[in-house]
């Protein structure tokens, strides 16, 4: 698996974060700076240069300010759940993650990357998202020709 290496020391806001984090994986300079907007391109795909599997390592993320180092575990946690979502409801898995980087011996980020992994393959595959087609029913009736779309 790709290892992308991102050092965190110099990180002073959020869009810090950002800023590395789509560089490094050749995110378009219309992705968007949000949680969401990494798990579209991150585990959904088809937008960056950099495609899974790969591992984000991020090395001095003790060093940030509490709001850069909460965003970053908001974001990691998001990517977690996104992958789940997707084992879940697409039968399948991409490999992803953004784990701290080893401190001196190289196991911990190993054994984060192992975890997240046995946590996603421990997920059923549940067939689509039923919610999905309720949405997509209501928009479908909303959107009906002939009817008015100015409320």
Not at 25 to 42: C, E, K, N, T, W
Not at 95 to 115: L, R, T, Y
């Amino acid at each position: 698996m790709r290892t992308i290496e991102l050092d965190a020391t110099k990180w002073k806001t959020v869009l810090d974060f950002y800023h590395a984090l789509l560089a490094s994986i050749g995110a378009p300079d219309r992705h968007g700076q949000s949680p969401d907007a990494l798990v579209d391109s991150m585990i959904w795909g088809g937008i960056n240069a950099v495609e899974p599997p790969y591992s984000v390592q991020i090395s001095g993320l003790s060093a940030t300010p509490k709001e850069v180092h909460d965003h970053v575990e908001l974001v990691r946690g998001m990517l977690v759940e996104g992958r789940i979502y997707r084992k879940r409801h697409n039968g399948d898995d991409v490999e992803v993650s953004i784990v701290n980087a080893p401190a001196n011996d190289g196991n911990m980020s190993d054994d984060q990357v192992a975890k997240i992994r046995d946590a996603v393959e421990a997920v059923q595959y549940e067939g689509p998202d039923p919610k999905l087609r309720s949405i997509a029913d209501n928009l479908r009736r909303q959107l009906k020709p002939g009817r008015s779309r100015e409320r």
